[in-house]
Structure formats: structure tokens, C-alpha cells
């Protein structure tokens, strides 16, 4: 194992706050759009946000508390004058207007305004969404638990979905989300973002109803190899049971040399065949 350096949250606090953002990422933004008792609207970005239920649909975001004072801000001040928010979920069409929209403007200036965004009325709630959003989420907010008076403390505001828009253009016939062009963004560490695009999606097959046989059952010639990787094993091990060798398939490498053959199965795994994969390897034990 590489050497660790370890941080104290308490004794190495800025360190530790640029780090963690870095660490716990990619995040999902979203635009929250909220009201005040006198009609005040406020839109703010968040990416400490994400959803946490099905059954109710509940998603969580948190507003901290300023660093200079800890003082809170109007986000959080609006969902508690007014417990009703709508989740816009950012998109990299969004993605510099989302920054521009964390600039803390003074109480009363209209962020739809300044971000050059458009204010749709909201079916069911009175904040109102954001026309340019992908995908729009009205929501009632049904608790908000402050972690702490502190500068910096988060306050987690669990919000139920009442109802969801989506954009049309970005639903196939059987109102799958076309992911690819819902080209959504993430927020990392410092400045720096990620987009979700064509050439860096791909599909991770879900672990079977039945029990995989898990890495500690593979063979020991493969648990213990020097070429496959964690992610290889992982694989491998999501099966039922070990697959029988099938003397049809024949695949032309030379089996007296281990890490060619561990090697070639890797590259059989990457393209997502793991039969083949399999088929290989038992030849080699």
C-alpha cells in the first residue's frame, strides 16, 4: 500500500474543507428556486444535493451557513417562511449560469434576472421553476435539520416530490431519459467540473437476484493475480455459479504463459464479455 496522510477535521480545518470537496465527488447541481411570505423569489445553486428516497420520491439539499459569520442565507430563510421548493436539475447548458447565480446578491435582486433565466409558474407550489431546467422537480419540504449554528454548518432540507417535468426531447417512446443527451454536469473540488457525456458513459451490469459467489470463491489462480484488477474480480464474481469449461469456444492464445492469458481476459472484461472472459481463464487452470 501507498503511504496515507491523514487530516483532522477539527485540527487541519481548512485543509480539510478544500479536500473533502475534492473527495466526495462527483456531485449533482441543482438550481433551488424558493419563495419568502412576501413573495421574494430566490434561486440558488447547490451541489451538496442528491436524492435519498423512492417511496415517498424525497430528495435532500443542504444551504450552509456563511464562513464570515455563520450567519444563514436566503435560501434557508425562504423554506422556512415558506416550506415549498422546486429542484432544477443543472445541465452544461446551465453550467455557467449556475455559477453566476452563487454570487450572493443582496436580499430583494432577482437571480432568474441576473442568471438570464426564465421563471415558469410551478403546477402545484408558488416558487417557480426554471423554464431552461431539464428537468424540474415541485417539491414540499417536510423537515430541515440543522447540523449546527457553526460557520460552515449544513442544514439538510428534505423535500418531497410533488410532481416532475421533464423536457419532451429528452424521453423515448417509453418515457426512458435519453442519458446521453441530458449532458448533465458535477461539481469536484475547487473550480473544476465534470460533463457527462457519450464517450464517458457506460453500463455496469446490476448484481443478480441470486447471490453472486463473490471474489473469495474464485479460484485461487485468479483471486491472487498480478494483472486483473478489483473491477475484473468484481465481474468474475457475479455469477452463481463457475461457469464448465465449453471445449466449442476456442480462443487462439498461447495457455502455457499466465499473464498473457490474465491479460487477455482483462481485455475480454473491458469490452463486456465475460463469458469469453471466463472461458479463458478456466483453460489456464
Known sequence: MSNIISFDPKKDQA???NLIKYAIAPRPICFASTISKNGQVNLSPFSYFNLMSHQPPVCVFSPLRRMRDGSTKHTLENILEVDEVVINIVNYDLVQQQS????????????????????????????????????QLECKVQRVIPLSDLPGAGNLVIAEVLAMHVQAHLLDDKNNVKQH?????????????????????FIVPKPLRNLGIGVDNLPEAIRLSKVLTGNHLGLLANVEIIPSLDNTVDVNIDYSDSTHIHSFAAQLLDQGKLQEAWQVLLRSI
Open 15 to 17: 485543509i480539510f474543507d
Open 181 to 201: 443527451e441530458l449532458d448533465l454536469v458535477a461539481r469536484l473540488g475547487g473550480d473544476w467540473y465534470c460533463r457527462v457525456t457519450q464517450d464517458n458513459l
Open 100 to 135: 453566476l447565480a452563487s454570487t450572493e446578491y443582496a436580499e430583494g435582486v432577482d437571480e432568474f434576472k441576473k442568471a438570464g433565466l426564465t421563471p415558469l409558474p410551478s403546477s402545484y407550489i408558488k416558487p417557480p421553476r426554471v423554464a431552461e431546467s431539464p428537468i
